[in-house]
């Protein structure tokens, strides 16, 4: 037996038709890949098991000490990774309905990782898990009570890994624990959502019961009056499977400006196009509305932490959505954003800017360990 991989963690993500896979020996990566258009006309594999057994065949396992895996929607049920056992597969499957893109698919890889590795602990890590400290004045919605809790419609927020690892990454950045620490974190990337983190305890957050309200994404609308639902169908002659399709595949940047990467939209505007220009001031107004908002909720802010895609790259898009706050103690300084240094606002700031690399797949890795601990 190779020492080298005792203790090692493989972490699965998978997607409808993908299979990310990342193997850990503490923090350092042994193997990563991902395998695509699985079950489509010349994808990579048939299905998830054809998938995941190509992915096993090519790594060395010795020492395996358990497999991770991503699953998008915990529901009311788990609010902390779950060791995976019949009656967690259950439980993830009953919570279909609340997320019927994902959990499927995050069921099919536990599923063929139970059967392809069995002598092997499985741990079910949730994107939702880390929002289950909000308390019920953020995660309920005023709507008739017994009906919200017949259909379990109530906020449950999504992200919950790299809020978790960002804001506890902006806690070491300020050499506080993060106990001490009030953080919002700004995860911005094809899907985007905001936290109110509070002494490491997420108190709010922009998605809701499912991921598509809150800041404006790459083609999610983000809010958006519900009854606009109402007039599409009744005024527009719209079925309820085009306005899904309207405010979660076509909305956002896509909806505004015809394509869903913000890098394609920062060029245009800088050429002048007005789409462009429109859906980077509403991107970015949105942003700092829930700033405000959350700086309300926290009654102190330590730190706000830019994450992911867009937020780790967008120097402009971290200076407009925080421009003009300096009487909030919040500032940006130019040449540090510019440089995307760890802090971004100037020194002797109240507030500290921060960009963190978010690591959804290291969070999980740490998160199945402490489960099996
Ligand atoms: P993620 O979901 O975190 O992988 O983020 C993906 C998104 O980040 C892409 O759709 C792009 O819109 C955005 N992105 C990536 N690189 C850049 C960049 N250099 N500038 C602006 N946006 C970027």
């Known amino acids: 037996m190779s020492g080298r991989l005792a203790g090692a963690v493989l972490v699965l993500n998978c997607g409808s038709s993908s299979l990310k896979y990342r193997l850990f020996d503490g923090a350092d990566t042994l193997a990563h890949g991902l395998v695509e ?44 990774p779950a060791v995976v056992d019949d009656a967690v597969v259950d439980a993830v499957r009953r919570l279909i309905p609340l997320a019927p893109l994902h959990n499927p698919a995050n069921l099919a890889g536990i599923e063929v990782a139970r059967r392809l590795l069995p002598n092997v602990p499985q741990v079910a890590v949730f994107d939702t898990a880390f929002h289950a400290t909000m308390p019920e004045a953020t995660a309920t919605y005023a709507i008739d009570v017994e009906v919200a809790r017949r259909l379990r419609v109530r906020k449950y927020g999504f992200h919950g890994t790299s809020h978790a690892y960002v ?39 922009t998605m ?25 169908h009744r005024v527009g002659g719209m079925s309820i499977d085009e306005i899904d399709n309207l405010l ?88 540090r954003n510019a440089r995307a240094e760890p802090v971004i606002s100037p020194p002797g700031s109240p507030v500290t800017v921060c960009v963190i690399p978010t690591d959804e797949e290291f969070e999980i890795a740490e998160q199945t360990r402490h489960a099996l601990a």
């Open 208 to 232: 809701g019961m499912t991921p598509l309200p809150g800041l404006v994404m790459g083609t999610r609308s983000g809010d958006i009056d519900p009854a606009v639902v109402f007039h599409l």
């Open 248 to 335: 979660n595949r076509d909305g956002g940047l896509r909806g505004l400006a015809g394509e869903n990467d913000m890098r394609a939209v920062l060029r245009r505007r800088s050429e002048g196009d007005a789409a462009a220009t429109l859906a980077f001031d509403v991107y970015c107004t949105r942003i700092k509305q829930y700033v405000g908002a959350y700086l309300a909720l926290l009654g102190r802010l330590d730190a706000i932490a830019f994450t992911a895609g867009v937020g780790e790259n967008a120097p402009v898009v971290r200076a407009a959505a925080l421009a003009g706050l300096a009487g909030l103690g919040i500032a940006v300084d130019p040449d």
């Open 167 to 205: 804001s506890r990454c902006a806690a070491t950045l300020l050499g506080r624990p993060p106990a001490e620490v009030n953080v919002i974190t700004l995860h911005l990337g094809n899907g985007a959502s905001a936290c109110a983190v509070h002494g490491g305890r997420s108190i709010a957050t």
């Open 37 to 80: 258009r699985i079950g489509e006309p010349g994808g990579d594999a048939a299905d998830h098991g054809a998938a995941l057994g190509s992915v096993l065949s090519t790594l060395d396992l010795t020492g395996l000490a358990a497999v991770g895996h991503r699953v998008v929607h915990g529901g009311p049920d788990f609010s902390a």
